[in-house]
């Protein structure tokens, strides 16, 4: 192996968060590892290890007030994937909790200094909440340090009309991260998961291809096939479809004959892919414009009429502005033209001058 510009070979490797992956292959390839790289992958896992403590002091801490947890990625997908919790890069700690206990769950973190970032505030009205949980899938609360980010989950996707019904309650399996036991999925709900979180994003993380390539690679072809039935099962079909387009082009993961012609008969699969590969190696700022096309874009993830009716419905909410603006139940029909009215306020400028939101 060959590394003629290191530079960007790094730069590389930091944008798609791979680092302990690479080094560990450089390593068994008998690379030469450079200094920085060797000392990036030394600081993930020390804050691999802080996340890994703090994810089993909250589970905990839940437990004890009776709200049931589930591990999602970070340390207890790496040891479920990778067979160690620090294989995988990872800057936050994610948690799923029962939409019942979501609120409660946020106040006890509040209660521990941690702040809500992005979201109403745990007093704002009925009303607000309802709009901010049925756009949103989580919260972002950072500890007082600002050393530790807890992405706490409500549900799997933004869209509620896919992965409906998988929950706390479907964490079957568990997961020992040093001595605790952390629910965990298995692996048909895994795969639909991930797939619908891969492709939801583009795909712009390798780390994302690579997770799934790992947990392909414990399942033979029929076995595969029975993982995209239960994902079709969860309305995550097309995702799935996509997801292992990918790891076919970029790894060469042979798949069944039923599965080659069930992407071959999807029409949408070939644009997610060219819009995957631009996304891979996209700048970090994006532009109103590709923001717009994003959002289009959604609308073909998945061929069901329902997610595309909760898609465009959550175009024309916003808690921000019902907090701002609230209104009485029948008169709720008002926040579309003001919604449009407040994008244009705040975005038009950006729009004219290209620049990014």
């Known amino acids: ?31 030469a590892v450079p200094n920085r790289l060797m000392e990036s992958a030394r600081q993930i896992t020390r804050q691999t290890l802080n996340i890994i403590a703090a994810s089993i002091r909250l589970a905990k801490g839940f437990e004890q007030n009776g709200i049931k947890t589930v591990a999602l990625k970070g340390p207890a997908l790496s040891q ?24 409660a769950a946020r106040a006890l973190l509040e209660d521990q200094g941690f702040v809500a970032v992005g979201a109403p505030a745990a007093n704002a009205s009925a009303q607000v909440i309802r709009t901010w949980m049925g756009q949103q899938k989580d919260v972002y609360l950072i500890d007082a340090a600002g050393e530790l980010v807890v992405e706490l989950h409500h549900r799997l996707r933004p869209n509620a009309a896919i992965l409906t019904g998988l929950g706390v309650r479907n964490a079957t399996e568990t997961v020992s991260l040093g001595a605790h036991p952390m629910r965990f999925f298995d692996n048909r709900d895994l795969f639909a998961y991930l797939a619908a979180h891969g492709t939801e994003h583009l ?28 994902a079709c099962a969860l309305g995550v079909g097309r995702s799935s479809r996509i997801a292992l387009a990918l790891t076919r082009q970029l790894y060469g993961q042979p798949l069944p004959p039923t599965m080659e012609a069930a992407i071959a008969d999807d029409p949408q699969v070939d644009r997610w892919l060219n819009a995957c590969h631009l996304a891979m190696f996209a700048p970090a700022e994006r532009s109103l414009l590709q923001v717009a096309q994003d959002r289009v874009r959604m609308l073909s993830f998945e061929d069901n009429a329902e997610f595309r009716s909760v898609e465009v419905a959550n175009w024309w909410h916003d808690w921000r502005l019902e907090s701002r603006i609230p209104l009485p139940k029948s008169l709720n029909v008002l926040y579309r033209p003001l919604r449009l009215l407040d994008v244009m306020v705040r975005n038009g400028h950006k729009l004219l001058l290209g620049s990014s939101p």
């Open 1 to 31: 192996m060959r590394i003629s510009d290191w530079p960007y070979f790094e730069l590389l490797v930091a944008r798609h968060r791979v680092t302990p992956l690479v080094v560990q292959a450089l390593t068994v390839s008998k690379v």
């Open 80 to 103: 479920r994937l990778y067979g160690v919790p620090t294989q995988r890069e990872m800057h936050d700690c994610d948690l799923l909790v029962a939409p019942d206990d979501f609120m």
């Open 203 to 230: 795909w712009f993380r390798l780390k994302w291809v690579a997770d799934l390539q790992v947990l392909l690679g414990k399942f033979d072809q029929r076995s595969i096939e029975t993982l995209y039935q239960h």
